[in-house]
């Protein structure tokens, strides 16, 4: 999808297309791959979590005060891939 | 048909819709018409006689440069100079969207680079640049990778005092 595409699904709200160009994206052109590699990011990230262990949550806060949304959105796609390679069912071509 | 017409149909081959229906095929909505074309120059002096240089969309880069940003959803519009001289122990590859694993093994199945010193040292080539150029082909804004990537690149070919440019997409 071209970015002119994705700004006219913004300007008219078509949230559909929007999240489907995240799932082709994560699933590499296959749509329902990156619905699965979606959820496998949020499975990975819930496991770490299931023993409550000790978190920087002081890092986190700063982080999210001080960074500009640009740059969290730009982390949110990198914590995806964090997550997927992690998981290590990895389905990309190459490596990031 | 005259000459002039059977170039505008041979230019009109390099278009290469097949492709472009493949790739939207994958991507909805990624088919980029052009209504403009510019035409591939003519070579003026032998290969054997010329500064060549190498420009592949490989995201192939030297070890400790800034990786290519692979995670970004429109892309990355920058490009990494690889030196002509480099070895393949030098390099390494950031790519999300093409099998490295070839490459990984022999880097040159995708960057060419010992073979075109290779041709260089026999002679074929008159002599490398000094700089190759790479970056990858996930770029959803065409307008940007036309006007930004696309011109910074080719300022930086013409810099360096190319004769003749080897394209490869990956």
């Known amino acids: 999808m071209s970015l002119q595409y994705l700004k006219e699904a913004v300007a008219e709200g078509d949230n559909e297309s929007l999240i489907r160009y995240v799932r082709l994206h994560f699933g590499d052109g296959n749509e329902a791959a990156g619905a699965k590699e979606i959820d496998k990011a ?11 262990p000790k978190t920087d949550r ?17 982390l949110f796609f990198h914590l995806h891939f964090y997550f997927v390679e992690r998981s290590g069912e990895w389905i990309h071509d190459g490596r990031v | ?3 002039e017409s059977k170039n505008v149909e041979n230019d009109k081959q390099q278009l290469r ?8 095929e994958r991507y909805p909505g990624s088919m980029i018409t ?12 032998p290969l054997s006689e010329s500064r060549l240089t190498f420009v592949s969309t490989a995201g192939v880069q030297p070890k400790g440069s800034l990786p290519f940003d692979t995670v970004h959803p429109i892309g990355d519009y920058t490009f990494r100079c690889v030196p002509s001289d480099s070895k393949p122990s030098d390099l390494e590859i950031h790519q999300l969207k093409y099998p490295t694993s070839g ?12 073979r075109l010193q290779e041709l260089q040292a026999v002679g074929l080539i008159g002599e490398l640049a000094p700089n190759f150029f790479s970056f990858i082909g996930y770029n959803m804004d065409a307008e940007m990778l036309e006007r930004t ?13 190319s004769d003749v440019a080897l394209l490869a997409p990956a």
């Open chain 1, 42 to 52: 949020w499975i990975e990230a819930l496991k770490l979590l299931l023993d409550v």
């Open chain 1, 58 to 74: 002081e890092f986190i806060l700063e982080t999210l005060a001080e960074k500009d949304a640009a740059t969290l959105a730009h």
């Open chain 2, 1 to 3: 048909m005259t000459a």
């Open chain 2, 17 to 24: 819709t097949g492709l472009w229906a493949t790739v939207n």
């Open chain 2, 34 to 45: 052009k209504s403009d074309f510019v035409a591939l120059a003519k070579s003026k002096k």
């Open chain 2, 103 to 114: 490459a990984e093994r022999d880097i040159n199945v995708i960057f060419p680079i010992e």
């Open chain 2, 149 to 161: 990537l696309a011109e910074d690149l080719a300022e930086a070919v013409e810099a360096e005092g």
